[in-house]
């Protein structure tokens, strides 16, 4: 990361660490009931057609949290390694995939420097993991760069009206309470364009947020309403949006070498 303050990005990932350690078991127990839920495996495999994933093809899972996506995942076919910040996430990630046909490799590691070569997936998701990062155009390019070439990006923050986002305004009052850069999705695909990405799909989601909270306005009224792209975006509970990098240069950052 150029022209960084290493201090303050230091004590934001600690800062991040600290916080997901500290919640692993509650975002475990509402990652478990959406799992059980009876439209997670066709999500996921819709969401792996959206991708262009093929059996067999490589997957990162960009902030798996605890692991209940990147175990679907593996389970339909795919070779999946998963990176997340927190160590027990980690941790009660392996537990979820210990003895299964299908492993996933789990990591531990900052999304802004993956310890992966260059190329080295066919498809990246980063579900609601980027309004994490302490330096988003970094992370963008990472997630770039162990990309290959015309592969797929799905990714998602919160609508800035979501329930997700309900005590953003708590950063005034404690700017060091929460390690969040409260990115929108209509900057997250503005900065996606600026660094040579092609947003080719909008996947807006109105329902209930990840832990269970109501939306904040009724789905049905705001998808009958024909709002401009930005009003649905900010009324979203979560915002993805797929893009593909077809012409990017590999980065100048990162771990390189053959891919595995």
Known sequence: MADVDHGRADRWQRKSRETWDERAPWWDEISETRRQGKDFPAGIRDT?????LAPGDRLLDAGCGTGQYASAFAAEGYRVDAVDLSPAMVIIAQSH???NDRPVTFHIAELADLPFPDAAFDAVQARLSLHFAFDLPAT?????????PAGRLYASVPGPLSPISANVWQRHLEPDRRANNYVTPWELEALLGHLGWEVIAHRPDFG???????????PATIESLDLPLALQQAAATTWAMLATHPDRPLAATGTSGPTP
């Open 48 to 52: 792996a057609r959206a991708l262009g």
């Open 140 to 148: 963008v390019r990472e997630l770039g760069r162990v990309l290959r």
């Open 97 to 99: 995939t210990a003895g």
């Open 208 to 218: 209930p947020s990840p832990d269970g909270a109501p939306p904040r306005f009724d």
